[in-house]
């Protein structure tokens, strides 16, 4: 019998435990979704109400043209972020910061 790597069993139970906050995380945004929209100005809701389709879909379609440039960008910096999150802090074993 072989016994089970210990490491590799504690890397896969947190890549486990990361696959579930990740999936607790979607859940939540997807079923919070419907609360964050019925955050709507009185002014606005009425103004949209009183209006025709046409105005209607004008606005969602200018709300999405909105939303996603600013979504996407902050997407973006993030990924660049972790991309070279220790470009600077890579140093040799022994040697001393600022050459010392």
């Known amino acids: 019998m072989t016994s089970a790597n210990p490491i590799s069993a504690r890397s896969w139970l947190a890549g486990s ?28 809701y009425t103004q949209a109400a009183s209006s025709g389709s046409r105005i209607i879909h004008g606005l969602r379609s200018g709300i999405i043209v909105l939303i996603i440039p600013p979504a996407l960008m902050s997407i973006g ?13 890579e140093q040799t074993k022994g040697s001393r910061p600022n050459g010392w």
């Open 17 to 44: 435990v990361r696959a579930v906050r990740l999936f607790l995380t979607a859940a939540a945004v997807l079923c919070l979704n419907t609360f964050v929209q019925a955050q709507s100005c009185a002014l606005c």
């Open 77 to 89: 910096i993030t990924a660049l972020a972790y991309r070279k999150r220790n470009q600077f802090h």
